[in-house]
């Protein structure tokens, strides 16, 4: 499902079009992608935002996304572990485990909780399009996770690299491209 986002504050007008769930949008060193993420900072009631499909959007960045994460980390620690120092020390002990059936384990309990998560905040509030201030969480496992559970939010990364730097994956590269009076996503060739 394509959706479309039109944010606009003040004279900073931005078209995205997103042709699926996981975008992501090269740093061209042009002034698109940080106006983007000060803009995207600040979601008062002076700035417009309309999603074709309704969804509310947000800025995902480290901070936010730690505090996630130790909630997710904790939750998984109390459910499959004791809260005791020696099952922190076995909990420690199996995130760090680089056996196949333990990072498989892993992978599972990430996802049961992240799913869980989803399901409670889209049922209260619908779906999200969030914008991902890229840092080096997003190469984590515990992101990937997040990313493939997720079927209902959509994600933007914004990298902090170029389209060159950039590995070429499934996805599609975009980048920030000035056209007449606004800001537009524009497929890297």
Same mark, same amino acid.
């Given at each position: 499902?394509?959706?479309?986002?039109?944010?606009?504050?003040?004279?900073?007008?931005?078209? %995205?079009?997103? /042709?699926?769930?996981?975008?992501?949008?090269?740093? $061209?060193?042009?002034?698109?992608?940080?106006?983007?993420?000060? +803009?995207?900072?600040? %979601?008062?009631?002076?700035? &417009?935002?309309?999603?074709? $499909?309704?969804?509310?959007? #947000?800025? %995902?960045?480290?901070?936010?996304?730690?505090?996630?994460?130790?909630?997710?980390? /904790?939750?998984?620690?109390?459910?499959?572990?004791? %809260?005791?120092?020696?099952?922190?020390? &076995?909990?420690?002990?199996?995130?760090?485990?680089?056996?196949?059936?333990?990072?498989?384990?892993?992978?599972?309990?990430?996802? /049961?909780?992240?799913? #869980?998560?989803?399901?409670?905040? $889209?049922?209260?509030?619908?779906?999200?399009?969030?914008?991902?201030?890229?840092?080096?969480?997003?190469?984590?496992? #515990?992101?990937?996770?997040?990313?493939?559970?997720?079927?209902?939010?959509?994600?933007?990364?914004?990298?902090? #690299? /170029?389209?060159?730097?950039?590995?070429?994956?499934?996805?599609?590269?975009?980048?920030?491209?000035? +056209?007449?009076?606004?800001?537009?996503?524009?497929?890297?060739?």
């Amino acid at each position: 499902m394509c959706v479309t986002v039109n944010i606009e504050k003040g004279a900073a007008r931005f078209e %995205l079009v997103l /042709n699926s769930q996981n975008t992501k949008v090269a740093d $061209n060193d042009t002034e698109g992608r940080g106006t983007f993420i000060s +803009v995207i900072e600040r %979601l008062t009631t002076a700035v &417009k935002v309309n999603t074709s $499909n309704g969804f509310g959007v #947000e800025l %995902l960045d480290l901070s936010k996304f730690d505090s996630r994460l130790t909630l997710c980390l /904790n939750s998984i620690q109390r459910k499959y572990f004791s %809260l005791s120092d020696e099952g922190a020390a &076995k909990f420690h002990f199996f995130k760090k485990s680089e056996e196949p059936k333990d990072q498989e384990r892993y992978q599972r309990m990430l996802s /049961n909780y992240w799913k #869980e998560q989803i399901d409670n905040k $889209n049922a209260s509030e619908g779906g999200q399009i969030i914008f991902v201030d890229a840092d080096e969480f997003v190469e984590t496992a #515990e992101f990937k996770a997040l990313l493939k559970t997720d079927k209902v939010n959509y994600y933007v990364i914004l990298a902090k #690299e /170029n389209a060159a730097a950039m590995q070429k994956g499934e996805e599609t590269i975009y980048e920030f491209e000035a +056209v007449e009076d606004k800001w537009v996503l524009k497929a890297v060739e």
